[in-house]
Structures are given as C-alpha cells and as structure tokens.
C-alpha cells in the first residue's frame, strides 16, 4: 500500500500584484491559564500546509504574527493537547485581527462563543457546501470503507470503481465553487480540493470563466494556473518536465539531456516513507537488470536528512543518482503518493506513472522495461 500525503503540492510563481505583508492575531481568552493551551497555524501556500506561529503571551491575550503574500492570511487556531483539537479557520488581512473567547472555557468546545475583529470564518458557507455535496460524499465514504479494506493488487475494477465516485464528488463541489465565483472561500475551496483529481483541462477552463480577476491574478491564483498547466503536459500530453539541479555529491543534473541519450526511471521517495524503502532491493534489481547505457535511475529524496539518505545509499547498494530534498523538483511533478515512479523515454514521453493505478503490482513497470530491452 503507498504512502498517501494529505495534501496537495503546486509550483509558486512570485505576484507582482500583492507583496509580502504582515497578519497580526490576538486572541483573548477569559483565563491567562489556559491562554498557553491556544495554538496558532497560518496556511504557507508554497507547501500546501498548516505551519505553526511562535505564540507571544500576556496575561489572557496571546499574539501571533506572520508574513504572508497571498490575497488573504489563511489561519486555524485550535485548543489543547490531544491529537484530535477542536479549532476554528478564519482569514485575516494586514489589519490588527481579535478573536474574543467569553464565558469559561470548554475543553470539548472551547470556540462554542467567540466573535471576531478584521477577521472573517466560513462556517456558513463550508456547512452549505458539505450539505451541497453530502449525497456523493456520502456515497464515496461508504465505498472507500467497503473497498480499500480488501483492496488487492491488480484490482482495477474496485479501483476504478473508488475513482469514479471521488470524481462524482469533486464534480458536485465544483458546481458549488462555480455557482459561488465571488466568494474567497469557493476560490480556495477550488485551490484546496478540486485541482488533485478533475480533469486539467476543466479545471483551467472553469478557473478563467468563474473567478473574478482579483483571484486569478494574486499569487494563489497565478499558481493554481501553472498547476494544472503543468498537470495538463504530464497526464494528458504525458511529457515530462525538465530541471536541472545537482545530485548528493554536487555533480550536476540535467533531466532532459539524461532521457535525450536513454530512458529515464525517476523515482520520488524519503526515508521516512516504509514503502518506499521496501521497494529499494526492486529498484536495485532493475539496477543490475538494465545496463547505464540503455537505462538512468534518479531517486528525488523529500523531506529526508542528507545522512540518512547516504547511510540507506551504502547500506541497500544504491548505485544510481540521488537527488535530497529539492522540494521543487516534487511541486513541478506534483506528488502526493510515495513512492512515485515515473519512466520517460528518449523522447521525453511518459510511458509508465506508478500512481495511474496504486493496486498495480511492480511487475508492470518491468513488463515495460522488457518490451524497451527487446526493442
């Protein structure tokens, strides 16, 4: 089974329009000594995550400061120390934002009564749209819970069966987004769910016609825009997208003059991934299988410690190029399942992906890498 990462991952293209700016929240709290039981997450658009902000306390109130360059401060403040928090999301600009919490706190429901200050949350609009969706998210859940537990390899019918369904339900939010074009919440709403599984080219022809401008230009929007445009030449015009970078020893590396003179195996992975590191001694077997001259292996490495990546070098005999944690490199190819694999031909053709089908076995892979070798 693959590694699935919850989030979606989009090239960055610098806006002239907005420049970086500066959100400021204070949140007050009717006790100072639960105000340190608060916690603060500002949503970084380059890496399509929550990251946590350094709290400033005084008495009942804790301050959280940040710069952002998108058109609004995406935040969610949550309350405790479980793994399962309750929590609000709001936006904010670059004006002074408060969040009041009054009466005595409720550990179970800490935000039950608050109001806000150059601040705005979605909870009406994100209940309209999980009532809007609820019938197809209903259903999607059921047969997640019914299938991936007995999901086997080679199951493409069930799998395909599970894709039909998501899709079904993406589809049903998008007619929400597009039905709600001046709302910042459709607008990331879109940027959030909608870009990972709908067809590319929708998706660019629905983002032109609904948004206004003010959203399609700001950095967001300028990013979600080479997103799908990037998306489009690897899955539908099945390209591949060059770079050019150095390895782990600073030799330097050039994708698209390696697959001029052969195929290519590029392979995302980190060493905190378990699959990943199972599937080693088969890319080691492929290695002794196919000479250099007819194949390249390239191992981008994410979020893994560079000693940790040549320790797993020397131990597993990794005798191919490694590249460690050049996160753009992942953006431009825009993984969300370790390991990923994909086999570029001399032509720049993407001819095997992993994830077109994550029941497939690896047998598949060398099944097209023979047909190459007889060739």
């Given amino acids: 089974m693959r590694f699935i990462i919850s989030f979606l991952i989009v090239i960055i293209c610098p806006c002239l329009l907005y420049g970086q700016k500066k959100f400021k929240l ?5 006790d100072s000594t639960v105000a340190k039981n608060f916690s603060c997450y500002y949503y970084e658009f380059s890496r399509r995550a929550y990251l946590p902000i350094t709290p400033f306390y005084n008495n009942n109130q804790v301050t959280f400061s940040h710069s952002y360059n998108t058109l609004y401060a995406q935040l969610f403040i949550d309350y405790g120390s479980g793994k399962t928090k309750p929590g609000i999301s709001i936006v904010t600009t670059d004006k002074p934002a408060i969040v ?3 009466g005595p706190i409720n550990e179970a429901a800490p935000f039950n009564n608050y109001t806000l200050k150059n601040a705005q949350n979605f909870d009406q609009e994100s209940s309209a749209m999980i009532e809007y969706i609820k019938d197809t998210r209903n259903n999607y859940l059921r047969m997640y819970d019914s299938i ?7 199951d493409s ?14 589809s049903k939010r998008l007619d929400y987004i597009c039905s709600h074009p001046n709302s910042y919440y459709s607008f990331i709403s879109f940027e959030k769910y909608s870009i990972g599984v709908l067809s590319p080219g929708l998706l660019l022809q629905r983002f032109s016609s609904t948004f206004p401008a003010k959203f399609r230009n700001c950095e967001e929007g300028i990013a979600i825009k080479n997103f799908l445009m990037n998306r489009a030449v690897l899955e539908e015009k099945k390209k591949a997208l060059s770079f050019t970078t150095k390895d782990i020893d600073n030799n330097p590396v050039i994708l698209k003059n390696i697959y001029a003179r052969k195929h290519v195996l590029l392979v995302f992975w980190g060493t905190w991934c ?6 080693i001694p088969l890319l080691r077997e492929i290695r002794v299988q196919y000479s250099k001259e007819q194949l390249e292996i390239i191992s981008v490495a994410s979020q893994s410690k560079p000693e940790k990546v040549r320790q797993l070098i020397k131990e597993q005999q990794m005798d191919w190029i490694h590249i460690v944690n050049q996160e753009d490199i992942i953006q431009l190819y825009q993984v969300n399942v370790y390991p990923e694999m994909y086999l570029i031909d001399t032509t720049g ?9 994550p029941t497939a076995s690896f047998e598949n892979l060398k099944k ?3 047909a190459i070798h007889n060739n």
């Fill in 368 to 370: 097209t890498l023979d």
């Fill in 349 to 357: 053709d993407i001819i095997y992906k992993s994830a077109n089908n």
């Fill in 157 to 170: 019918l069930n799998f395909n069966k599970l894709k039909a369904a998501k899709i079904a339900m993406e």
């Fill in 148 to 154: 991936t537990p007995k999901l086997i390899s080679g």
């Fill in 26 to 30: 204070t949140l007050v709290v009717p």
């Fill in 100 to 102: 009041t919490i009054s």
């Fill in 274 to 279: 378990k699959p990943c590191i199972e599937e």
